[in-house]
């Protein structure tokens, strides 16, 4: 949705957007693009609301454009995805508090390889990666969770 609503896009601007989920029938409902109303009122603002959902059966149906946006695949964190490419954007939140300590590690690496050099990635508040990566670095005054990869020679030299 903020990507639809940058009008006009920036020039030589393209973008793909790829969700996963371990769970086929957690991506089956992502796909329908159905929310209750629970749902939308979790931050969802009013505008976007009003913008790109129509009320349907007693909840909510996204627009088509939106829902078409988006790759949905079936992927697990615990195992490699290499397959998905590489993102300048990686939204992660409030999943590594589900895995357990000892897969963490595992994961941050694999997130982190699969980020650009100039990528970012957003994890849960709660969910520190430190001391199980220095592959990527927290950004200085994002007021959230937000990590950048760590320049091939700084790790180098960490290491």
Do not use: K
């Amino acid at each position: 949705m903020l990507l639809a609503d940058l009008d006009p896009r920036p020039a030589g601007w393209s973008f793909e957007i790829v969700a996963t989920d371990y769970s086929r029938a957690v991506l089956e409902r992502a796909r329908a693009g159905r929310y209750n109303h629970f749902e939308v009122q979790r931050g969802l603002p009013a505008h976007y609301l009003s913008r790109y959902f129509t009320p349907v059966d007693g909840g909510w149906q996204i627009a088509d454009r939106i829902r078409r946006a988006v790759q949905f695949r079936e992927g697990n964190l615990l195992e490699p995805f290499d397959d998905l490419g590489t993102f300048d954007v990686i939204f992660c939140r409030n999943v590594l508090i589900y895995i357990e300590a000892s897969a963490r590690r595992g994961v941050i690496e694999r997130l982190a390889g699969a980020l650009r050099p100039d990528g970012y990635l957003f994890l849960g508040a709660a969910e520190l990666p430190f001391g199980l990566t220095d592959r990527i670095e927290p950004v200085r005054g994002a007021g959230t969770a937000v990590y950048r990869p760590r320049p091939a020679a700084a790790v180098r030299a960490r290491a």
